[in-house]
Nanobody, 112 residues
Framework: QVQLVESGGGLVQAGGSLRLSCAASGPTFNRYPMSWFRQAPGKEREFVAS????????YYADSVKGRFTITRDHAKNTVYLQMNSLNPEDTAVYYC?????WGQGTLVTVSS
């Protein structure tokens, strides 16, 4: 059973950058496509980015395309979300996802 633990959230000014990490435990991590979702206060959870099991294909929500980059490191059992040019609309709890498995989330706050 895969377990996911996110880290890297925090407070950043508009225009700044953060890198989120999602550390996975479990023997089958490398077989899963991995995704990031986010949920802003008072809003539904929304898709942000995903990466296939090889790391060769990535997909992004239009709202983050060109600013965010998802990568994975099989040796470290970790998925990353590099977030650049952050704006206040990116403020949310960010969740790592592998199929039906979710992490606990990490809060990103972007101040104007």
């Amino acid at each position: 059973q895969v377990q996911l633990v996110e880290s890297g959230g925090g407070l950043v000014q508009a225009g700044g950058s953060l890198r989120l990490s999602c550390a996975a435990s479990g023997p089958t991590f490398n077989r899963y496509p991995m995704s990031w979702f986010r949920q802003a206060p008072g809003k539904e959870r929304e898709f942000v980015a995903s990466i296939n099991w090889t790391g060769g294909s990535t997909y992004y929500a239009d709202s983050v395309k060109g600013r965010f980059t998802i990568t994975r490191d099989h040796a470290k059992n970790t998925v990353y979300l590099q977030m650049n040019s952050l704006n206040p609309e990116d403020t949310a709890v960010y969740y790592c996802n592998a199929g039906e498995i979710w992490g606990q989330g990490t809060l990103v706050t972007v101040s104007s």
